[in-house]
């Protein structure tokens, strides 16, 4: 089974950077992108890191009920498509997506396969370091106070790291993977088929 697997946190943490270099070197998952109405920031591409979109676009898209799960954060549209995450998931890839705290709880409710990550700061000096450098997201006490809410959410996630340094979080969110790629309640087919047949030959053994 394919899993999808969600990276969330608090603005300014690092998610999206994580989700992106996790899928360069790990071939087996694929980044899920979502769309946005917000502008794209310095060094972002369209299609890569967003999908950017008018308004009026993302809301027609809402109509035909296109979107997996929407919400709206700061005054934008965030979303993901069910045509981004099916095209991912036919590849034979796990899915990778980095949403805000909304989003999560939304793909949490549709889907089963899920395994949530709720991803932390190592300090809130550090953090707000992180925020403060990013000269666009100049609103900074309306994030923080987002924030407060979005840290109130985190007992609602499955895994919870610490994005302190990038090889160590990355590493981290791969044992992540790998693990539930074992988990009883996602295997449970093909380990229970497993199961009856070892029980089967080992019935025929003590016969004999």
């Known amino acids: 089974m394919n899993l999808v697997f969600i990276v969330s946190s608090p603005t300014g943490v690092g998610k999206t950077t994580i989700?992106?270099?996790?899928?360069?070197?790990?071939?087996?998952?694929?980044?899920?992108v979502t769309h946005t109405t917000r502008k794209a920031r310095k060094n972002e591409k369209h299609g890569r890191d967003y999908y950017f979109v008018t308004k009026e676009e993302f809301e027609k898209g809402l109509k035909r009920g296109e979107f997996v799960e929407y919400a709206v954060v700061h005054g934008n549209y965030y979303g993901t498509s069910k045509k981004a995450l099916n095209e991912v998931l036919e590849k034979g890839k796990d899915a990778l997506l980095a949403i805000d705290v909304q989003g999560a709880k939304n793909v949490m409710n549709q889907l089963d396969n899920v395994v949530s990550i709720f991803m932390l700061p190592p300090s809130f000096d550090d953090w707000l370091s992180r925020i403060k450098k990013d000269n666009v997201r100049n609103d900074v006490e309306n994030r923080l106070k987002t924030?407060?809410?979005?840290?109130?959410?985190?007992?609602?996630?499955?895994?919870?790291?610490?994005?302190?340094?990038?090889?160590?979080?990355?590493?981290r969110l791969e044992s992540i993977i790998e693990s539930q790629h074992n988990k009883m309640s996602f295997v449970k087919p093909e380990r229970m088929e497993l199961i009856e047949r070892l029980k089967k030959e080992t019935i025929k053994y003590l016969k004999e």
């Open 19 to 32: 989700c992106n270099m996790e899928t360069q070197r790990n071939k087996s998952i694929g980044r899920v």
């Open 147 to 171: 924030a407060l809410y979005e840290f109130g959410s985190a007992l609602n996630f499955d895994f919870c790291i610490v994005n302190d340094e990038i090889e160590k979080t990355l590493n």
